[in-house]
Nanobody, 123 residues
């Protein structure tokens, strides 16, 4: 059974930092591109970042470029999202997702999803 478990969310002031983690089990982690998405109340789930399943290439949404960094540790079956210079508009539930041998930047491209972790940025 595949499980993706996010952690590291919380409440932070604008300008602060958080590091999200997503621990994967039940799959061959190195075969999956890993993405982060977020969903704010009343809005659609949107792409944040993805790291490729081979070579660790990355891609980011324009809204987070230069502030967020995605990385993966295949030995720990974990993907991270380092979030710096946080803004109130970054407030959302953050989800990690796994895409078999892919690096999709859209919701429907992913095979497995975590349950999400809340990030709240106060002004």
């Amino acid at each position: 059974q595949v499980q993706l478990v996010e952690s590291g969310g919380g409440l932070v002031q604008a300008g602060g930092s958080l590091r999200l983690s997503c621990a994967a089990s039940g799959l061959t982690f190195s075969n999956y591109g890993m993405g982060w998405f977020r969903q704010a109340p009343g809005k659609e789930r949107e792409f944040v970042a993805v790291v490729t399943w081979i070579g660790s290439g990355t891609s980011y949404a324009d809204s987070v470029k230069g502030r967020f960094t995605i990385s993966r540790d295949n030995a720990k079956n974990t993907v991270y999202l380092q979030m710096n210079s946080l803004k109130p508009e970054d407030t959302a539930v953050y989800y990690c997702a796994a895409d078999y041998r892919g690096t999709a930047t859209y919701y429907s491209g992913y095979d497995y999803w975590g349950q999400g972790t809340q990030v709240t940025v106060s002004s």
